[in-house]
């Protein structure tokens, strides 16, 4: 079992062990090194990245209590349900480029899957034994261990798309000429494998999600139980999703109060990072720009499409949408920071390059000062985002001191 202290030294030694400059030769899990053709690190990339970190880290601390800081209880979006998807879409983004570049640097593809693997396993035992909602209730023990989890989910589709990446390499040319008739389509064409495994997951996750048959519940059922749906349906939250996690996983070991239990007053664990939701996690950091999909999905609405927009679920709206605003803004920050350089990134770079120490330290200091004190007024929308803006800009100056010594946690 484990206690405070104990979380408290774990992650002091791994940080400490870990710890190294963005120039060695070895690549992070996402703050990658990725040189341009004129050497120049990608500072977009840590620019994107920085900004989802600083909002997640914002919103997690509480958002100033403010609804749009705070999740969507179902169906919907807020500003708070975009930034993991960016992650996700970031890290993608990242690990293609990573990949490549090792493979230029002539490392053996055997090599890579090793680095790879090892790196899934180490950000899982973080997600797992660090970052844990359960560990703040007292020692945390088997019988109350929440399996799944942002960095657990993170370390799925890392562990996925990097692989296949690195097993379709081969595949692809040092370089394609412009010239060609095929040229538009040449990742695709390269890269079939990939894609016809993508295909594969999406097609497996709509066939559990809509065909498999969920005991007491309606076939292909996506609502929040508890009251929704006029009562109906309480013990159905998630529909399949939440049946496989249950069924899996345990009820013990998955999230016990989700974002839906306020509103519709759910009555059974749900958890937002489960397995099933996985596979669209995995597509969105396959995805590029797909907005007409999300558009015929959703049928532009909030509750009455094909399949609604929603977070707990990471469903094939949700993903293809926030793959949509991850690719236009990725796009925008590489003409502004890279190539007119009329902003250098500052300071969201900073975070950006040190992303897994920032998060899994706003998780862990959380309750301490100066990231939290007494309120006098705790129901002051005032005094909330002052706290949260303070907590939030903390981390920002911390991961500019780091930028600094030049130190980075890489794992």
Known sequence: MFNHTHILFLIFHIAYSELGTPGRSEESLT???????SGRRLHSLDTFRGLALVVMVFVNYGGGRYWFFRHESWNGLTVADLVFPWFVFIMGTSVSLSVSGALHRGARCSHLLWKICWRSVQLFLIGVFIINPNYCAGQLSWDSLRIPGVLQRLAFTYLVVAVMDVLVSRLRPASTPTETWWYTVHDILFCWPVWALVVVMETLWLCLTFLL??????RGYLGPGGIGDVGLHPNCTGGAAGYIDRWLLGESHIYQTPSSRVVYQTIVPYDPEGILGSINSVLMAFLGLQGVISAI???????????PINKNLWSLSYVTTLSCFAFVLLLVAY????????WSGTPLVYPGMNSILVYVGHEVFEGYFPFRWKMRDSQSHAEHLIQNLVATSIWVLISYVLYRKRIFWKI
């Open 31 to 37: 703050e990658v090194n990725i040189p341009t053709s």
């Open 213 to 218: 048959p969920v005991p007491g519940c309606p």
């Open 297 to 307: 999905l959703t049928k532009c609405s909030t509750n009455h499409g094909y399949i």
């Open 335 to 342: 003409y502004v920071v890279d190539v007119r350089r009329w």
